[in-house]
Nanobody, 121 residues
Framework: VQLQASGGGSVQAGGSLRLSCAAS????????MAWFRQAPGKEREFVAASSWTGGTVYYADAVKGRFTISRDNAENTVYLQMSSLKPEDTAVYYC???????????????WGRGTQVTVSS
């Protein structure tokens, strides 16, 4: 299984970025997908999750209303559209696959390598 995240970069506060995570080696359409992030000196934290179809999504309170998770099962890709970015959003962002969007925050099967997002004030 490979999860390849991309789309990170440097942006000013208030800007936007879209992260992508391309998956291979798993049945993507039967996998819950999620994004996590880890800021320097902090523990990894949950950001957003999507059910198999994308019909049910979950967000951390810190990103609700600013970030949107979506997926394209035909392309085996999950996205994270990030808007109104803040300096505190600076972190390495990781995508993860799991069995169920209701439990993926605690139970992940596979992790991808992260992509750095840096938001300057």
């Amino acid at each position: 299984v490979q999860l390849q995240a991309s789309g990170g970069g440097s942006v000013q506060a208030g800007g936007s970025l879209r992260l992508s995570c391309a998956a291979s080696g798993l049945t993507f359409s039967r996998s819950a997908m999620a994004w996590f992030r880890q800021a320097p000196g902090k523990e990894r934290e949950f950001v957003a999750a999507s059910s198999w179809t994308g019909g049910t999504v979950y967000y951390a309170d810190a990103v609700k209303g600013r970030f949107t998770i979506s997926r394209d099962n035909a392309e085996n890709t999950v996205y994270l559209q990030m808007s109104s970015l803040k300096p505190e959003d600076t972190a390495v962002y990781y995508c993860a696959a799991g069995r169920d969007s209701r439990t993926i925050v605690h139970q992940q099967l596979y992790w991808g390598r992260g992509t750095q997002v840096t938001v300057s004030s």
